[in-house]
T-cell receptor, first 110, second 115 residues
Framework: SQQGEEDPQALSIQEGENATMNCSYKTSINNLQWYRQNSGRGLVHLILIRSNEREKHSGRLRVTLDTSKKSSSLLITASRAADTASYFCATDIGGFKTIFGAGTRLFVKA | GAVVSQHPSWVICKSGTSVKIECRSLDFQATTMFWYRQFPKQSLMLMATSNEGSKATYEQGVEKDKFLINHASLTLSTLTVTSAHPEDSSFYIC???????????FGPGTRLLVL
């Protein structure tokens, strides 16, 4: 089964609301990264959080990492229609190997 | 972060032909590049790790004779889909990493449609 599993699979919210996506993984990791992908496009890197970090912020993004629970969350505050995309977590398990979760499709209604 | 380009962005070909996809790191010398495949509404699946000057490392289930990878220089890796079939139709994305345990930067992807 996949290393990274995300929930929810899909999320629909109103503009201005916060969006929270969760990622769980199975094995130990070096770091965890969150990416955004607009339909039919490549991936845009959002945040990298290392295994010894618990929380990171970047603009409207907040990422947490709980290695004891093997889980991470991505919070987008004050969402905008332009945030509509798929969001993936990716775990670095060493040896240059990164495993992607199934992704959460976020739809922000204007 | 690193800037990565892919060419072509779109390719349509007949079944049985071979297709070459280029991945270039424009501002960074990448000893390691990665090739992923993504089917519609699915996640990215790592196909292989491309190492400059040596053979690629393929993931389990990926046929190395079908997906030929050449990492000829520190800025260019190519993926050739040989004797393509309709089931090879997919979105192929490459990425570069600036080192172990560092961020991967992705190209814009190449959409392949095999008729």
């Amino acid at each position: 089964s996949q290393q990274g599993e995300e929930d929810p699979q899909a999320l629909s919210i109103q503009e201005g609301e916060n969006a929270t996506m969760n990622c769980s993984y199975k094995t130990s990791i070096n770091n965890l990264q969150w990416y955004r992908q607009n339909s039919g496009r490549g991936l845009v890197h959002l945040i990298l959080i290392r295994s010894n970090e618990r929380e990171k912020h970047s603009g409207r993004l907040r990422v947490t990492l709980d290695t004891s629970k093997k889980s991470s969350s991505l919070l987008i505050t004050a969402s905008r229609a332009a945030d509509t995309a798929s969001y993936f977590c990716a775990t670095d398990i060493g040896g240059f190997k990164t495993i992607f979760g199934a992704g959460t499709r976020l739809f922000v209604k204007a | 972060g690193a800037v990565v380009s892919q060419h072509p962005s779109w390719v349509i070909c007949k079944s049985g032909t071979s297709v070459k996809i280029e991945c270039r790191s424009l501002d960074f010398q990448a000893t390691t590049m990665f090739w992923y495949r993504q089917f519609p509404k699915q996640s990215l699946m790592l196909m292989a790790t491309s190492n400059e000057g040596s053979k690629a490392t393929y993931e389990q289930g990926v046929e190395k004779d079908k997906f030929l990878i050449n990492h000829a220089s520190l800025t260019l890796s190519t993926l050739t889909v040989t004797s393509a079939h309709p089931e090879d139709s997919s979105f192929y994305i490459c990425s570069v990493s600036q080192g172990a345990q560092e961020t991967q930067y992705f190209g814009p992807g190449t959409r392949l449609l095999v008729l």
